[in-house]
């Protein structure tokens, strides 16, 4: 098993050298992206036109693949890091298991890593608790995945004023957003 993540991290990590020494020849680095985390100089550096251009005949869709996975990076960590289960657990006094298991029920928004657990939005936590209204809402939101029900929150909505959901939550307008998640994804006459 460890031989097998042994040899996956290598071939990632040669893939990554691969795509950086073949870009490089071509593409300067914006001094923008000098100022930003790995992450983001990585994504600027291989969503530069030059790299784009280079990369097109083996993937003609990397822009837009990269691009989505900045996007659900910049949604998950948009109001700070989010936090692993041990996090959670600790924040409300549950044990792992019972934070998995609201979270099963659709009571917490959890993103998935795969086999290394859950990431859970910072924002939906307040004092100790969990935001007021955030039950009901993803309650309303239940036949959509996770990365769907955190654009719902982090998105403006026309039905709440062009505010985001979550900023209506924080506000206490708790029926109003439950009556915007009950809406959404539904054509509504005006």
């Known amino acids: ?14 893939a990554v050298f691969d795509i950086a020494v073949q870009v490089s020849k071509e593409v300067a680095i914006p001094a923008e992206l000098t ?32 691009k989505g996975v900045q996007v659900k990076r910049d949604l998950l960590y948009a109001e700070g890091n989010p936090l692993t289960s041990e996090a959670v657990a600790s924040l ?11 979270r099963k029920k659709g009571q917490l ?18 004092e100790g608790k969990t935001l ?17 029900q955190l654009m719902f929150f982090k998105t403006g909505d026309l039905r709440l004023d062009g505010a985001t959901p979550l900023e209506r939550l924080n506000a206490g307008e708790i029926d109003r957003v439950v009556w915007a998640a009950s809406c959404y994804g539904k054509q509504i006459a005006a």
């Open 1 to 14: 098993q460890k031989s097998k993540k042994k040899k996956a991290v290598s071939q990632f990590l040669q």
């Open 35 to 66: 100022q930003k985390d790995p992450f983001e100089k990585l994504v600027g550096v291989l969503t530069a036109r030059e790299a784009l251009d280079k990369l097109a005949p083996s993937d003609p869709l990397a822009a837009a693949r990269l």
């Open 92 to 102: 409300l006094h549950l044990t792992r298991q019972a934070v998995d298991k609201r």
């Open 109 to 126: 928004l959890g993103i998935s890593l795969g086999r290394r657990g859950y990431l859970y939005p910072v924002w939906q936590f307040h």
């Open 132 to 148: 007021g209204g955030l039950e009901q809402v993803l309650a309303e939101l239940s036949e959509y995945d996770p990365w769907t």
